[in-house]
């Protein structure tokens, strides 16, 4: 970067002030539209409903139980994510699982602010601020706050952050906030070592392996040790890239075997190659010439690599880290070909074209930009459906074991020991609703709204209130279990 590059020059109050009135925009569209969401019944156990149990733990000075995952689960035997409990002094002021999206609402849009920042350095003010305009607006971000909290939230700013950091060479703030993506969650450490490697390529030997090594023995300590140590003994595999191998030595060695094959992976599937399409040709494939996409091929292999299709469809939480990554780079590679072609306009027009393509999509593919949703006001009416959900939450005394639909957990996890249809057993339970409106009720083995009904029967529940618009109330008279009442301090 030139001495007379535009970074050199000072952020003026009156540039200040236009990045800050971007920001706050923003900040009220994801407010509006998270909030609607929640209004409506669109938000979920999953994931919502988790992390609200374990961060209202975490305010309580307990351990992350989380019912919604299972009785007695401790939600760090399902992902390292320590980083959460730092949203617990938010709990102290408001303990409202729509805490938890606020939060996640500054986090995304506080990346705005590197984003501009290094984006100013290469393409003015102008540049700048249209460049965190449109990641503000871009899919990813929409996608995520469409689907409400979830822990990678925290290391949205954090990437952003680091690219600033490496972009005006302060390695060591580099190595600073690369650390606690180790917190964020147990396969960050992969990406911490993708740090480590752009640390090399700027020739930091020392500091490249001390990210290294804390990145790899990061992912050894989490997944080999302390996951295991809180997890269930049925819990899940930490390893991600499981269309390879079951294992890093069996991924290996398929790798070195099966090279075409491997490659194949990456486009086996129509929602892979569309989340390839929609993360590189918006930003004409700019990203893979900046050494600074390498550190989202972690993220995005670990996705490809696996073979949940889940983690290939653009329309969850996964690619929020990955959008400052890429524009950034983007904006890095975009730079250059302006130095070297003189098409100063691209200073502006490349930048002005993202934010058009998103504002345009924004009003018309409403399956990828959600928000289009809340500015077209398709939303703002609460549904009957929604009312009928509400009527029945307000049916649940506080203070008893419940199974709820998906959609209903978030609005019982403040007074209730709550969780999804059979998940928490067949004696602690004494009230449910079951929302015939859904295919599946939600969870890792979810049950159909009939099977839920005929289980509920059979365990001696009786229907409090039928199909109103599809949603009903069951009831057993059993005791309120020691475990329920002892789970949240009751009014």
Same mark, same amino acid.
């Given at each position: 970067?030139?001495?007379?590059?535009?970074?050199?020059?000072?952020?003026?109050?009156?540039?200040?002030?236009?990045?800050? @009135?971007?920001?706050?925009?923003?900040?009220?569209?994801?407010?509006?539209?998270?909030?609607?969401?929640?209004?409506?019944?669109?938000?979920?156990?999953?994931?919502?409903?988790?992390?609200?149990? &374990?961060?209202?733990?975490?305010?309580?000075?307990?351990?992350?139980?989380?019912?919604?995952?299972?009785?007695? !689960?401790?939600?760090? *035997?399902?992902?390292?994510?320590?980083?959460?409990?730092?949203?617990?002094?938010?709990?102290?002021?408001?303990?409202?699982?729509?805490?938890?999206?606020?939060?996640?609402?500054?986090?995304?849009?506080?990346?705005?602010?590197?984003?501009?920042?290094?984006?100013?350095?290469?393409?003015?003010?102008?540049?700048?601020?249209?460049? &965190?305009?449109?990641?503000?607006?871009?899919?990813?971000?929409?996608?995520?706050?469409?689907?409400?909290?979830?822990?990678? &939230?925290?290391?949205?700013?954090?990437?952003?952050?680091? =690219?600033?950091?490496?972009?005006?060479?302060?390695?060591?703030?580099?190595?600073?906030?690369?650390?606690?993506?180790?917190?964020?969650?147990?396969?960050?450490?992969?990406?911490?070592?993708?740090?480590?490697?752009?640390?090399?390529?700027?020739?930091?030997?020392?500091?490249?392996?001390?990210?290294?090594?804390?990145?790899?023995?990061?992912?050894?300590?989490?997944?080999?040790?302390? =996951?295991?140590? /809180?997890?269930?003994? $049925?819990?899940?595999? %930490?390893?991600?890239?499981?269309?390879?191998?079951?294992?890093?030595?069996?991924?290996?060695?398929?790798?070195?075997?099966?090279?075409?094959?491997?490659?194949?992976?990456?486009?086996?599937?129509?929602?892979?190659?569309?989340?390839?399409?929609?993360?590189?040709?918006?930003?004409?494939?700019?990203?893979?010439?900046?050494?600074?996409?390498?550190?989202?091929?972690?993220?995005?292999?670990?996705?490809?690599?696996?073979?949940?299709?889940?983690?290939?469809?653009?329309?969850?939480?996964?690619?929020?880290?990955? @959008?400052?990554?890429?524009?950034?780079?983007?904006?890095?590679?975009?730079?250059?070909?302006?130095?070297?072609?003189?098409?100063?306009?691209?200073?502006?027009?490349?930048?002005? %074209?993202?934010?058009?393509?998103?504002?345009?999509?924004?009003? /018309?593919?409403?399956?990828?930009?959600? !928000?289009?949703?809340?500015?077209?006001?398709?939303?703002?009416?609460?549904?009957?459906?929604?009312?009928?959900?509400?009527? @029945?939450?307000?049916?649940?005394?506080?203070?008893?074991?419940?199974?709820?639909?998906?959609?209903?957990?978030?609005?019982?996890?403040?007074?209730?020991?709550?969780?999804?249809?059979?998940?928490? *057993?067949?004696?602690?339970?004494?009230?449910?609703? =079951?929302?015939?409106?859904? $295919?599946?009720?939600?969870?890792?083995?979810?049950?159909?709204?009939?099977?839920?009904? $005929?289980?509920?029967?059979?365990?001696?529940?009786?229907?409090?209130?039928?199909?109103?618009?599809?949603?009903?109330?069951?009831?057993?008279?059993?005791?309120?279990?020691?475990?329920?009442?002892?789970?949240?301090?009751?009014?």
């Amino acid at each position: 970067m030139s001495v007379d590059s535009p970074a050199a020059e000072p952020v003026s109050r009156a540039q200040k002030l236009q990045l800050a @009135a971007v920001m706050a925009a923003a900040a009220l569209l994801y407010t509006a539209h998270s909030l609607l969401r929640f209004r409506n019944f669109e938000a979920k156990g999953y994931d919502l409903g988790i992390f609200d149990q &374990a961060v209202r733990q975490y305010a309580l000075f307990k351990p992350p139980i989380v019912p919604v995952k299972g009785v007695d !689960f401790h939600l760090l *035997g399902d992902h390292f994510h320590p980083i959460i409990a730092a949203l617990a002094p938010l709990y102290w002021v408001w303990p409202d699982p729509r805490m938890l999206n606020l939060a996640m609402i500054v986090l995304l849009v506080s990346s705005a602010l590197p984003v501009y920042l290094f984006a100013r350095g290469h393409l003015g003010h102008r540049g700048g601020l249209l460049t &965190a305009s449109a990641l503000l607006l871009w899919w990813p971000f929409q996608a995520m706050v469409n689907w409400d909290f979830h822990e990678v &939230a925290f290391g949205v700013p954090l990437m952003a952050w680091i =690219i600033w950091a490496f972009e005006r060479r302060r390695h060591w703030l580099v190595v600073g906030l690369a650390m606690p993506l180790l917190l964020v969650r147990e396969d960050m450490g992969v990406t911490v070592l993708a740090v480590g490697i752009v640390m090399a390529i700027h020739r930091q030997w020392a500091k490249a392996a001390l990210l290294a090594v804390a990145g790899v023995g990061g992912y050894l300590v989490t997944t080999s040790v302390l =996951i295991p140590l /809180f997890a269930p003994p $049925e819990a899940m595999s %930490y390893w991600q890239y499981t269309a390879l191998g079951p294992t890093a030595g069996a991924a290996i060695v398929f790798m070195l075997s099966h090279p075409l094959r491997t490659v194949a992976l990456l486009f086996n599937h129509e929602l892979k190659v569309l989340l390839w399409l929609m993360s590189f040709v918006p930003l004409a494939l700019l990203p893979f010439f900046s050494p600074y996409v390498i550190l989202g091929a972690p993220i995005l292999l670990s996705r490809l690599f696996n073979d949940r299709l889940n983690t290939w469809a653009p329309v969850y939480q996964y690619d929020a880290i990955l @959008a400052p990554i890429l524009i950034m780079a983007a904006v890095h590679v975009l730079s250059k070909i302006i130095r070297r072609t003189g098409r100063t306009g691209l200073r502006v027009g490349a930048p002005a %074209y993202l934010l058009g393509l998103a504002l345009v999509c924004t009003l /018309f593919i409403h399956a990828v930009f959600p !928000f289009g949703r809340t500015v077209t006001g398709q939303n703002w009416a609460m549904p009957d459906v929604a009312q009928a959900q509400q009527r @029945a939450v307000d049916r649940i005394p506080n203070g008893v074991c419940v199974e709820a639909a998906d959609t209903a957990v978030p609005h019982l996890v403040d007074r209730t020991y709550v969780g999804l249809h059979g998940d928490i *057993g067949d004696d602690l339970s004494s009230w449910m609703i =079951i929302d015939f409106n859904a $295919e599946e009720l939600g969870g890792w083995d979810p049950l159909t709204p009939d099977q839920a009904l $005929e289980r509920a029967r059979g365990l001696g529940f009786e229907v409090v209130t039928e199909d109103d618009h599809g949603i009903w109330v069951l009831r057993r008279d059993i005791p309120v279990d020691p475990v329920c009442a002892a789970y949240l301090p009751y009014d």
